[in-house]
């Protein structure tokens, strides 16, 4: 009798383990490295900006991945807000409005006075180039002034750089930057997903605020 207690209870014993082990097989199975991550987000992008372009470099998805983080963006909503824009066309001009992110001359000068004032965003902007020369570039050489104008507006607009930007608040720097934290402000996040539900077959014609 005492025996098969003892086989019992060390029957339990290693069940309790063998489950353990299982869990924690799960837990690690289910858990995805920054790199897993990481490359799950550029298939994403790559396969978002392809619906659009017949080709796209892998700087560029790299340029939208590494915006994204610095902005505290998903690269998805980025990818959506550029595409609104531009449809990816550095060469897109409407009125005053040039280039990926429909930028201005005035859109440009804060970009690069940012660059001046954080250093650490200083790669990839020349401070002497002109509105006409911004609208010449490749849509990688654009996007350091994109990013530095998000920056830019989320400085001047959310304050708290640390804040993430949802689809409206991303939008809204764009749309209407001092509404952007208004109590009205998610109607800005519309169009971004409306966009990636889509297919990015919709563009801010499509939605009136």
Known sequence: MYINKVDSLFNVTNSQKVQKVKEKDNININFKSNKEEKTESYNTVKSMILKILPSVSDEFINQILET?????????????????????????????????????????????????????????????????????????????????????????????METPLDSAKLNGLFVAPAHVLGPNAQKYGKILEKIKKEDLKVTHTDIKF
């Open 68 to 160: 994204s983080a610095k902005v505290k963006c998903t690269p998805e909503d980025l990818t959506a807000l550029i595409y609104k824009e531009s449809k990816f066309n550095p060469k897109a001009i409407n009125g005053e409005y040039a280039g990926l992110g429909q930028m201005t001359s005035i859109s440009l000068k804060l970009s690069k006075e940012y660059a001046k004032k954080h250093p650490e965003e200083k790669e990839g902007i020349n401070q002497k180039i002109t509105f006409a020369q911004f609208k010449k570039l490749s849509r990688e050489e654009q996007m350091p002034y994109v990013k530095n104008y998000i920056l830019t507006m989320k400085k001047s607009y959310v304050k708290n």
